[in-house]
């Protein structure tokens, strides 16, 4: 059997944490063959709630877990961190300004960064879950000095993953058969789910779909989806946003198929006009541990105006952090 990866997971006590961890255990992540050491991070007054998840990963009795605890302090816990899942983060509280919640995640951020350089293992990958989480990568990366910062990365593969559900519900279609989907920029209402390059069963889908139902009800629906989830569940998506974390490194370590990409929001290395080191949601193809962005789409107008959109956005955060002195 192969060594064992260790897997850090912040955030473990919360609601995504829990929907995590278990099928992480389960090999569901890495593969049946893969062992796996588990560091579950958290706040000191979440830390006994974490204690309470370890008690049901062991009496889940998991044949590929070699290695379970609770960590409060975040530099024991990335230490030899293989992988590390940054889940948990501030949310917004009553009477809370942007500018507080950013810099409450910037403190969060800038420690995690700093305990990552320390101790993490040199094949590092992460995936930031916590909003705002393109602009907490950042912040994450900017404090890791001696880490490339593109093994920073956040999650949009939900809002994929939200994007190939509702086309394939509108054209009929396995999601199995949907190619070529795109979330570009920011994890947020700005977000924009292209179906420009995508197809279905082998077909273009701005064929099979028309221009108004893309523009009033698709692209909406899937940026709003977390406040639909909101409303009728009574609580934020966790299962699937758990889901989405975990396909999100399956597809970094395993690799994309031919023929297809992922989404994934990386530093850009300024392609697409996106401005250098903003953590954007782009197309990406995965081999050998490595990512890469998918070079010379075509772009419409159509779809410039909204990339540029949530591309701004991604720009405000960012000097809003640089101002508090995050970066
Ligand atoms: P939750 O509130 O149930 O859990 C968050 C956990 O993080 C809590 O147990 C808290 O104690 C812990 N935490 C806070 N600060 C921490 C720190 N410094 N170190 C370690 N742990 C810390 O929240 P939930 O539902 O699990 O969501 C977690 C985050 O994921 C939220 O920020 C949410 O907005 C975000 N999210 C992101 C999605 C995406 O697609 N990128 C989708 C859904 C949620």
Not at 7 to 19: E, S
Not at 41 to 47: D, G, V
Not at 187 to 213: C, F, K, M, N
Not at 290 to 318: H, K, T
Request: with cysteine; charged share 20%; aromatic share 6%.
């Amino acid at each position: 059997a192969s060594a064992p990866v260790t897997i850090t997971v912040t955030g473990a006590a919360g609601q995504i944490g829990y929907a995590l961890l278990f099928r992480i255990a389960s090999g569901a992540m890495l593969g049946p063959d893969v062992p796996v050491k588990l560091n579950l991070l958290e706040i000191p007054q979440a830390a006994q709630a974490a204690e309470g998840t370890v008690l049901e990963l062991m009496d889940c009795a998991f044949p590929l877990v070699t290695g379970l605890e609770v960590f409060d302090d975040p530099f024991k816990a990335f230490d030899g961190a293989n992988i590390a899942m940054l889940v948990g983060s501030r949310p917004r509280g009553p009477g809370m300004e942007r500018a507080d919640l950013l810099s409450a995640n910037g403190g969060i951020f800038s420690v995690q960064g700093k305990a990552l350089n320390a101790g993490a293992a040199d094949d590092l990958k992460v995936v930031v879950v916590g909003n705002p989480a393109n602009t907490n990568a950042l912040i994450a990366a900017s404090h890791a000095k001696d880490i490339p910062a593109s093994r920073f990365t956040a999650l949009t593969r939900l809002d994929h993953d939200r994007a190939l559900a509702q086309l394939s519900a509108k054209t009929g279609t396995p999601v199995s058969e949907i190619k070529r989907l795109t979330i570009w920029g920011n994890h947020s209402a700005t977000q924009y789910p292209d179906i420009s390059h995508a197809t279905v069963a082998g077909r273009p889908a701005i064929e099979l779909v028309d221009q108004q139902w893309l523009a009033d009800e698709y692209i909406p629906r899937v940026a709003k989806r977390g406040a639909e989830i909101i409303s009728v569940r009574g609580g934020s998506s966790a299962a699937s946003a758990a889901n989405a974390a975990l396909e999100h490194m399956r597809s970094w370590v395993q690799g994309t198929s031919d023929g297809d990409w992922t989404s994934m929001a990386v530093p850009s290395d300024g392609s697409y006009g996106v401005p250098e080191g903003l953590v954007s949601s782009f197309p990406v193809t995965t081999a050998n541990g490595d990512y890469s962005i998918v070079p010379n789409l075509e772009i419409s107008e159509f779809s410039r105006a909204r990339i540029d959109a949530s591309v701004a956005e991604l720009e405000s955060e960012r000097s809003a952090v640089a101002e508090l002195g995050l970066l």
